[in-house]
Nanobody, 120 residues
Framework: VQLQASGGGLVQAGDSLRLSCAASGFTFSDYGMGWFRQAPGKEREFVAAMSAANTFYADSLKGRFTISRDNARNTVYLQMNSLKPEDTAVYYC????????????????WGQGTEVTVSS
């Protein structure tokens, strides 16, 4: 199983980024996919997740971040708009078969993370 996240980088406040996560080694369409982030010195937190048809977002990020998936490409995306310095973190994609979309404990597979830095 592999989850390969990419697309992070250094941007300025107000910019946009799109993260990608390419999955392999499991039946992608059977799994809910999620994005979490971890800022320095903080716990990993839920960002967004997607089932086959439904999306879930952290309340604080609704309207700025959009999750999507392409089952034909085994890839999940996170479009991040109007980025703020507080969005600076390592972003992780993860796959879950069952359980809460919001909890890290529900996720079976994790990617290595991609770093996003937003300068003011």
């Amino acid at each position: 199983v592999q989850l390969q996240a990419s697309g992070g980088g250094l941007v300025q406040a107000g910019d946009s980024l799109r993260l990608s996560c390419a999955a392999s080694g499991f039946t992608f369409s059977d799994y809910g996919m999620g994005w979490f982030r971890q800022a320095p010195g903080k716990e990993r937190e839920f960002v967004a997740a997607m089932s086959a048809a439904n999306t879930f977002y952290a309340d604080s990020l609704k309207g700025r971040f959009t999750i999507s998936r392409d089952n034909a490409r085994n890839t999940v995306y996170l479009q991040m708009n109007s980025l703020k310095p507080e969005d600076t973190a390592v972003y992780y994609c993860a796959a879950r078969f069952s359980g809460s979309y919001y909890s890290t404990d529900s996720y079976d597979y994790w990617g290595q993370g991609t770093e996003v830095t937003v300068s003011s």
